[in-house]
């Protein structure tokens, strides 16, 4: 087991400071790192620090982030989701961990989970500095998702994502939509997600469970699957078959698009399972076997 340390990370991205952690391996040699970040409305305190252990653990750097707006990282309103924003976030991140002496830019790593697996996809189908891509549960398919929500609800929903819009052009405090909500409109609107999200939020890191809805429409309009075609570096693909916000054929579709670079796995679990039990040990062996055969340590 690789000995390792945990050090504050800080980075400017635009006009705001990223916050970080960076696990740092103890030895002279440049690292192979994993960069990673959190799904739609989440810390990076909210389960992420088990995986980035496990890989810290077997030998590689990780550099764990919030977004603007997010957790330690400076940025107003506070929990806005801004896609472009977020994918410049994870471009920043990149071009600053390559630029590390203590890290070996020839095998960067990305990792992401729900949305920020759809981002990892994406940035990987434009920059070709690269090693690999570890993707579970992506988002990968916005119009598709959108078919997932009850359709007496949107209506509403999209009105109110378009008053926060409007309203945030002429400086207007933001409306904002419930993340999950078990009985009222909010952005996910399934009960087993609302469940899923009250099993890895962390109690001593604030987190209001709102979110400005102007993201609402950019969402629906978020469609990674794309671009996926210009992918060509090792793809790690976890699916869930029992998944209430992305559809298992959407995934499908996703592989047989990233084919031959993808290693795609879909399981007979929920989308939150894969942060519990023997679903998380289950891919975190998976996940350490395919950086060992593609990216690997010395």
Known sequence: MQAYTVEPLYVKSGQEVIAADFYRPKTNQPSAVVIMAHGFACLRHFKLVQFAKCFAQAGYAVVLFDYRYWGGSTGRPRELVSIKEQLNDWRTMLMHVAQRKSIDNRKIVLWGISLSAGYVLDIASENKNIQAVIALNPYIDGAESAKQYPLQLLPKALKISSQDYMGAKVGMSPRTLAVTDASGLCF???????????????????????????VFFNLVRYRPIQNLRKIAVPVLYIASKNDSLIPIESSREAATNIAPYADYYEWDMAHFDIYHGQWFDQAMALQLDFLNQHVGVK
């Open 188 to 214: 996910v609107q399934t009960p087993d997600v609302h469940a899923g999200y009250q099993s890895i939020v962390h109690p001593d890191y604030y987190w209001s469970g709102q979110v400005p809805a102007r």
